[in-house]
Nanobody, 122 residues
Framework: QVQLVESGGGLVQPGGSLRLSCAAS????????MGWYRQAPGKQRELVAT???????NYADSVKGRFTISRDNAKNTVYLQLNSLKPEDTAVYYC????????????????WGQGTQVTVSS
């Protein structure tokens, strides 16, 4: 069993910063891509940023230059630094990871965290 646990959300004023963390635990043989998605009220879940095991990154155009994704493979953790936050960044942020639980698994499985609320408001 694999769990992803997010932390770091909260209420912040426009222009402020937050750092989200997501730690993977449980039966883990290898972690491939990790990423962050978000879902605002009444909208579909959208990609925010992803990072490969080789630390190549990809960002949504709306967050480029403001958000930074990183990972610590020794801790099975992915981070998202959110700077210059805007009210339109308000959403529940979800962690995602592609994880192979055992060496005998033919392919990795997709896992999601429970989400952490980020609210940007004055």
């Amino acid at each position: 069993q694999v769990q992803l646990v997010e932390s770091g959300g909260g209420l912040v004023q426009p222009g402020g910063s937050l750092r989200l963390s997501c730690a993977a635990s449980g039966s883990i043989f290898s972690i491939y891509d990790m990423g962050w998605y978000r879902q605002a009220p009444g909208k579909q879940r959208e990609l925010v940023a992803t990072i490969t095991s080789g630390t190549s990154t990809n960002y949504a155009d709306s967050v480029k230059g403001r958000f930074t994704i990183s990972r610590d493979n020794a801790k099975n953790t992915v981070y998202l630094q959110l700077n210059s936050l805007k009210p339109e960044d308000t959403a529940v942020y979800y962690c995602n990871a592609l994880i192979r639980s055992a060496w005998w698994d033919n392919k990795p499985n997709d896992y999601w965290g429970q989400g952490t609320q980020v609210t940007v408001s004055s």
